[in-house]
């Protein structure tokens, strides 16, 4: 997958009604300077959530216009508004770059969309930092997700980036060494669609895991589901979600 040259955003509270914003200058965006074009809360930034937006504008709102008096309150603005920054980073995945700006230390950090941390450098990770084009594919002897130039992975590495759930991660683990179980028995009793009810409620239990992938991921990443390997022509799909919508 070629990713487009991402756009680039910087999160600051400045005291108005959004705290995003864009260089003046797309040439000059390791200069903060650049950073004086706002971006309305309500622009394309892919669909974020009322609850989101409503959280940046309200956070922005809230510094004092000659800025803060008191420590204690400037941590708190400053953690808040980190939390705020990784959430919307993950809400736009990689076609964003965003850029957080810390009046704590009077720094800006570079907020990873897949991983939370804060980097010096833009592309830390690389490019792309993380699958962003994810597969779920039941195979015998093989993890249950997938991308391209990732290679096959479990849903709980780290490097995947991928932050779901314990109770999913749990579902994609069992529904894989199902699926081995039901290959081993079919290889050992060798009778004609023995197992075909076993293998038509694993393709449906994935068809469901996929969803609930793409669900916990949200917009930022696609998910296929490519049903199972070894359940015969009925188990093999091709359906795709982004967040919760099917495309």
Known sequence: MTLE????LLVQARGEPSPLY??????AVED???????????D?????PAELADALRSWSLSRPP???TSRADLRGHVKQGLALAQRLARQLGPSWSVRYWDEGLGTAKWVCWGCDRLHWERDSHGTP?????????GEYQVAPLRSDGFGDFVPDDPAAALALSDGLVAD??????????TVNLDLRDRVDGKYDGEWERLFHEGAELARRVAHELGPARKVTYKG???GGLAALTSVTWQGDQRV
Do not use: M, N
């Not at 864009?22 to 040439?27: F, Q, T």
């Not at 903060?32 to 309500?42: E, F, I, N, Q, S």
């Open 129 to 137: 930092p993380h699958p962003v084009d994810i597969t779920v594919e």
């Open 32 to 42: 903060l300077g650049a950073y004086t074009r706002d971006v309305p809360l309500d």
């Open 66 to 68: 000659g800025g803060f």
């Open 228 to 230: 199972v390997a070894h």
């Open 44 to 48: 394309d930034l892919s669909a974020l």
């Open 172 to 181: 994609l683990y069992t529904w894989a060494k199902s699926i081995d179980a």
């Open 22 to 27: 864009e260089a003046e200058d797309p040439w």
């Open 5 to 8: 040259a991402p756009r680039h």
